[in-house]
């Protein structure tokens, strides 16, 4: 959820004409990961809750996308994303992890 409250901070440097399109998407994909987590979680099986992990994982990559593009068309620099990043890297570190069958786990 940290990360999440980082991007609702993070898109207030975007431009207004941008809030109903990447601004919205952006904080879609970030509250999309916790969200699909605790939904995964509440299920009855293992495979259901992979199944929204993966989800998550996705919702991660979409973001980790979305951000690189605010720096590729200058509405934020590397400097601004670095923090978010490496939070959003540690997200998906363990969300790799949650998606391992139960077998693998250290």
């Given at each position: 959820m940290d990360?999440?409250?980082?991007?609702y901070s993070i898109?207030?440097?975007?431009?207004?004409?941008?809030?109903?399109s990447l601004i919205d998407q952006m904080r879609r994909s970030a509250i999309s990961i916790p969200s699909n987590i605790a939904e995964g979680k509440s299920r009855n099986s293992i495979n259901e809750y992979r199944?929204?992990?993966?989800?998550?994982?996705?919702?991660?990559?979409?973001l980790e996308t979305q951000?690189?593009?605010?720096?590729?068309i200058?509405?934020?620099s590397k400097e601004d994303i670095k923090e978010v990043l490496g939070l959003l890297d540690?997200?998906?570190?363990?969300?790799?992890?949650?998606?391992?069958?139960?077998?693998?786990?250290?």
């Open positions: 990360l999440v409250v980082q991007i898109v207030k440097k975007l431009p207004k004409e941008e809030r109903y199944h929204f992990i993966g989800i998550a994982k996705g919702s991660a990559a979409e951000l690189l593009i605010c720096v590729q200058g509405y934020l540690e997200v998906s570190k363990m969300l790799a992890k949650l998606n391992l069958p139960l077998t693998l786990r250290t």
